[in-house]
Structures are given as C-alpha cells and as structure tokens.
C-alpha cells in the first residue's frame, strides 16, 4: 500500500490535526457519541500518529475551565470534548466565562446520530432519540465567535484549521463544532494529517499613527489615568506598563481586576475605588476594561478625553455599554502598551519636569492608601472571627518570595494583597459563572507545574466547582496545589449587593437575609480527604498560618492537593 492510499477514520483524522495546530491537551467528557473519537485515539496510537494528550474530566463545566486555566499559562488555544446535547450544556456556562476573557478554545460535541440504520455510527440505544435537537448549537453559539456542523468527513482538516484559525484571531475566544457519529466514522485519506496548517490566526496590533496620539494627548495631560481590567497580556508588557506609569506619574487603578496589569505595591499603583480618580482626570486611557467605574457611582469630567484600547474598545458582545470613547484602539493590550512606550519617549523632554513632580506626588499618595489598607486588614487578625482581608493580606505576604498564582473566585480580594509578578492574579470572569476558579487552577498548575498555585473560593464557589469531580482529577493527574475554602456558610455576594441597593430594606433589618443562607455546611475537608487530599480546617489567624506553611510544604514536595477550609464571618 502506498501513502497516497493510506486511509484513517475521521475521528483518527480529528485528533491528530488538533496535534498540528499546536493543541497540547483535550479535556474530555465522553459518552455513546464517542466510539468513533475512542477508536480514532487507539488507531492514530498503533499508527504512532502523534496526538495531544487526553484528560478524562468527569465534568463538563471542570474541562472547559481546565482549557481556560491552561490558556491562561500559556496563551495556547486548547480542545474540549463533551457529550451531544447534555454534555454541550454543562459547558455553556464555560464557554460564556471564556468568550468574557477573550480566551481562544476549540469547543467540540458529539451530535446525535441522524440515521436511525444503514450505516455505521447509527442510533443504537434510546437516547438516539431523546438527545436530539433541531438547532444544538443554539445552546452556546451566543458565547461562541463561530459555530459549524461537521457534514462530510473529507472536511475534517479543513474544518478543524478554520476553527483554529478563528479562535486565534483578533479577539480571540471560543468557537463551537458539532460532530455526527455516523460522519466521525467515515474512512479519509491520511495524507491531508501531515499538511501544514492552512489558517493562521490574524492579530491585529495598533498602528503606529494611532498610538502616537494616544501618547501626545496622555504626556500633556495634567491629570492623566489608566484603568485596566485584563492584565497587561505579556511579562515584556507588564514590565512596560509598570516603567511608564512611574515615569509619568501616572496613577493605574485595577478596578474589579481578573488579572493584574501591574504590581499591587507599585508607586502608580492606585486604589479599588476610582471615583477620587474620576473626579479629576482629563485623560483617560482604559485598557482592556469592561466595566473600568460603577456609572451609578461615578463619570468621567465632561470635558476628559476617554481613550479605550483592547481587543473589543466598544466591547460589542454588551448590548449595554455605554463608556465613552472618544478615541479607540482595536488591538491586543501587549503590542499597544509597548508601542505606547515607545511613542512616549520622544515626548519626554518637554514634558519631564511636569511627569516627575507628579510621580513623586501620586507615589506618596498611593503608599498612604496601600499601607492604610494593609494596615486595615492586618487588625481585624486576633478578631472574633478570621476575615477575607486578613486571609487575603497574610497568603500575599507567605508568597512573597515564591514565583505563585492565586485564582480567586469570591475568595481572596486583591486590594489587600501585596503581589508584584506577571501572572500573580486571576479572578473570575466577569460573566461569573461560578465553578471557575478550582478547575482553572488546575489547567494553570498543569502548564506551569514548578509554580505554586494557589485557588482560593467561597464555600458557594466551592461547592459549583463539582469539588468531588475536581478533587477526582487534580488526584489522577497528580496536581500539586492549594485550595483554600473562605466558608462563611452562605452567597456573601449576594448578601452584599442586597444590602447595597436596600441599605435600609426588610432584608436589611432582618436577622438573617432570605436566599442566602448556606447552613449547615458541609465538611469540606472530608470532600477533599474522600480523594486523598492532604486537608486541614481552621478557625482563627495562629491555626491558618501553621496550615498554610504545612499546605506549601507539602505542594512543594509535590505530593498532590492540599486544602485548607477557613471559616470567615459573614460580611
């Protein structure tokens, strides 16, 4: 037989393009659509047709959030597998979190056999029937930047470069395919596995004119400000970002942050609450930023010129959004900060003198507010219940001197923490589909295994995650990080954005606010110990700080989980 002849099923064909393209990993959840992808894995492997690895994830919502924490650590687009209709709902609410965070994935299903018999992958059993659905895709294709049903096997390699291609582009985010059985069944030719890919992503990076601009109207502003949401998008960027503020004296707040743009103790580095901000600034340059203020709290002056940057600047996924932009940047953050930069450095001289007298004034500014603070959370320690601030402040302080990621969901808060590394911070998506923050970790520790990863969480956070699925995992791949469970037995969230809007409401004054109450909770120590987990339960500052340098002494031996479950009181 020669090559030319060569022939391999569709599902074999699926798999080892995804290799080419660079996917790393597929986390998959299988199920009676997926013989011809199990039969595809063992024929590419007697083959030696190189594959990514698969992770067996028995939860859908866990896998995708694994290829988001994945992504995170490496910027690389990974595949996630799940099961017709069902499978395909349990990762809605993935896949809208990572369309949020601009997170590039190939989303793939099964798709309930059209054929009821005549030809190989037809219905079987009765759930042929019950999972069908007119328009499947309709359950994620709002989350999704493009959506295709496999039709012909020969489409494989062209389908799966498309997806690829799509996904990697500017903005980036997740794309959906659905899969027949009877089509994944199909013979093709090999030879189209070895061509190289034919769809590259396409980046776009702010042009040169525009961010000149950008730079004038920022070095001549008296009052200049940046807010930003994502990150910095690089290392290179975040050391940018972080020399440009100080020169210029620039204040940079991180309002409601998923990833930190630049350290937490920097001299630049303002305050959570951007209204003193607000009040003053005439340039305003917001950086990949959603929601950068409350506009129930505060606007920008009428005359500030509001400058957006970002993958999206009008962020059109939001029906409602109506931040000003008074000049707007289509660009990934990276290449923008740094060629902002570089379009700030001829502008220098004229402006030197102005910059540092700024700088020296912020910088003594924002040291008051930090240790204010810190200061704050670090008295509420010896209190009559453990605090998220204290919790927050004294974790930042241990990982001083280690090179760790802290995924937070509704757990630690980031305006009490001292952390001063690129890829220090992740919090939820703003789309908040909670369940993240677990399973995000552990793609993130799968990447980077010789960083210390930390995932810390509410017990409601917890308990979404799956934490049995999840513990079930981080056990099988023999993860090595520390959850961290702040329980303070019920939605602290929810309580919060009630006493907000009905400060002096019935709920208010009631003893206990309706639909929020979490009691009695669960022992989550014993969820982690049922999978072998080095677990421990603490109650006040002494037994968390013991806990947490045995819970980092056993990562760092690299001898799996740890949990620690604090109890906090209620907010």
Known sequence: MTDDSKTMTAGAALLSRMATLGVDYIFANSGTDFPPIIEGLSEAEAGGVPLPRTVTVPFESAAVAMAHGYTLATGRPQAVLVHTNVGLANSAMGAINAACDNIPMLLMSGRTPTLEKGRLGARTVPIGWGQEMLDQSSLIREACKWDYELRFPEQIFDVVDRAHGI??????????????????????????????????GVQIEAAAARMAQVAEALAKAAHPVIFAQHG???????????????????????????????????????????????????????????????????????????????????????????FRCDLGVTSEVAPAILALEAALEPLWDAQAQRATQRAAACAEGNAAEQRKRYDAASATRDGAALTKSWVSHALSLKLADRDAAVFSELGCQLPFMELERHQSWFDGPHAGGLGWGFPAAMGFAMAQPDKTVIATMGDGSYVFANPVACHQIAEALGLSLIVLVLNNAEWGAVRSSVMQIYPDGHAARANAVPLTDLSPSPDFVKVAQASRAWARHVGDADGFEAALAEALAHVDAKRGLALIEVAIGKA
């Open 167 to 200: 996904a990697t582009s500017t903005p980036k985010g997740p794309v959906y395919v659905s899969l027949p059985r009877e089509v994944l069944s199909e013979a093709i030719a090999a030879k189209g596995a070895a061509r190289r890919p034919q769809m590259a």
């Open 232 to 322: 910095a998008g690089s290392r290179d960027a975040f050391d940018a970002l972080s020399r440009l503020a100080a020169r210029w004296g620039i204040p940079v707040c991180q309002y409601w942050a998923v990833e930190l743009a630049v350290p937490t103790t920097h001299p630049m580095a303002a305050g959570p609450d951007p209204r003193a901000l607000l009040e003053r600034a005439d340039v305003i340059l917001c950086l990949d930023a959603l929601a950068p203020w409350s506009p129930d709290q505060a606007e920008p002056l009428e005359e500030a010129l509001v400058i957006q940057i970002g993958p999206r600047p009008l962020q059109d996924r939001s029906g409602v959004r109506n």
